[in-house]
């Protein structure tokens, strides 16, 4: 095989426009490719593999999408604000800490 062949690859196109081949192994799912879309960005944000106009669902196989291009949506983290809420709820006896009793 010629290193231009996509049949083993998935092309990754990110929101600028920008491309990335990506192999992808026959017993690969979504998660496993959206984890090595992330790591070619250069992201530590969840990343999301969107194809004909819906997001793919984290189990599905990707072998069908083989040669195809999937979108790539780099997710915002959550605002610190938000985390801080998070925390406080569980924290319930204001400990600053989450022990076995929460």
Known sequence: ????????????????????????????????????????LGTDNAVELIFEGGILDSRRSVVDLRGRTVEVLIKAPPPLEDIQAAFAWLDMDGSSEIDSYE
């Open 1 to 40: 095989r010629g290193a231009m062949d996509t049949d083993t690859r998935i092309i990754l196109r990110g929101l600028d426009g920008s491309q990335f081949p990506v192999e992808v192994a026959d017993d690969d799912d979504v998660e496993a490719v959206r984890r090595r879309a992330a790591e070619v």
